[in-house]
């Protein structure tokens, strides 16, 4: 069952109290419990999130209520990603992040980001696995994440463009208020293109030694809450095949006793996909084996299952901003050893 984090729904609650709405009566009326919004542990599950927006948009008249919701959007919404983003040595670093651990605020949120001509690209969808949410999530979903981009550089940004797939509200002026320039709708994708400058000019409030703590916390995190589901068989499974070399998706399902189409089908119910599965199982490995100071990055990367030392160098560059050498050397100071 997909689900998404209190803290999320918190934004939604403040949201129709500065509409004038009485957001507890609301969530009572449709069988959700209020009590629990100040529980940012706890999760909704995604039919009663959906719930609540409909019935939030439908108490507010405001079809760019998501927009509304979006401006109480606060680092904490994100759970400690966004407390891991809010210290990034870059909002690059910052985006790189967010995108990595969506699913620990949603499973049902999709991200990618990516380089592109003249900037980066940032986009975002939900697979729900079930009933589709109403577009209005999708605007908190991306204002929330620029508003937030703002928060963390402490200046306004202006965009390259945004997209957005749903159709035009009566009343655009809205999303032009918040983003400062003509906004695109019914476009492929939902995304925001940031220029290039923005995203890699330094935080002023960056310290990546800390952010890197909230990176393991995240991983942490992530391991608990996916560790009863197919997911974590599949971890355990890719873990044993490691030291041998780059598993391969046949292996790994015939250990499993299904098809290969049976596999990639099961870890697609689960919102994730084989490569992502066997990527953050390298990286929460790479950190533990890089404070075992007796191991060499070579043989880590052999641990790993990389070709080498510099396939091992590239992908902790891309989880982390760093290469392995450097965190370890972080590491060692900030254990003052």
């Not at 589709?132 to 908190?140: A, E, F, G, L, V």
């Not at 355990?236 to 391969?248: F, H, I, K, M, T």
Request: some cysteine; overall charge neutral.
């Amino acid at each position: 069952m997909h689900t998404g984090l209190s803290a999320w729904i918190l934004a939604i609650f403040q949201g129709l109290e500065a509409s004038g709405i009485d957001a507890g009566q609301l969530m009572q009326s449709i069988g959700m419990d209020a009590a629990k919004v100040g529980d940012l542990q706890y999760r909704y599950s995604q039919e009663q999130v959906t719930n609540l927006w409909v019935a939030a948009v439908n108490a507010t008249g405001d079809e760019n209520f998501g927009l509304m919701v979006a401006r109480h959007v606060r680092p904490s919404t994100f759970h400690v990603v966004g407390y891991a983003m809010s210290c990034s040595a870059t909002l690059k670093r910052a985006a790189e992040r967010f995108a990595h651990s969506t699913r620990l605020i949603s499973d049902s949120a999709v991200v990618d980001f990516k380089a592109v001509e003249g900037g980066y690209r940032l986009e975002m969808d939900l697979s729900t696995g079930g009933r589709p949410p109403i577009y209005q999530t999708i605007d908190t979903m991306l204002a929330g994440f620029f508003i937030l981009s703002e928060w963390i550089l402490a200046k306004p940004i202006l965009p390259l463009e945004v997209q957005f797939r749903h159709e035009p509200p009566l009343d655009p002026s809205a999303y032009v208020s918040m983003f400062r320039i003509p906004v695109t709708f019914e476009a492929q994708a939902n995304a925001i293109v940031f220029r290039t400058e923005d995203l890699e000019q330094p935080v002023p409030s960056a310290n990546e030694e800390l952010a890197m703590v909230l990176d393991e916390m995240t991983s942490n995190y992530l391991a608990l809450r996916y560790g009863q589901r197919f997911s974590r068989k599949v971890r355990d499974v890719l873990a044993r095949q490691l030291p041998l070399g780059e598993p391969n998706k046949r292996d790994t399902a015939r250990m499993l006793a299904m098809t290969e189409r049976t596999l990639l089908r099961r870890l697609r119910n689960e919102n994730t996909t084989y490569r992502e599965v066997l990527d953050r199982l390298r990286e929460e490995m790479a950190f533990s084996y890089l404070r075992n100071r007796d191991l060499t990055i070579e043989q880590i990367a052999v641990l790993l299952g990389f070709s080498g030392s510099n396939a091992l160098s590239r992908a902790f560059v891309r989880w982390t901003g760093q290469r392995p050498s450097h965190w370890r050397e972080n590491q060692r100071q900030l254990e003052g050893g």
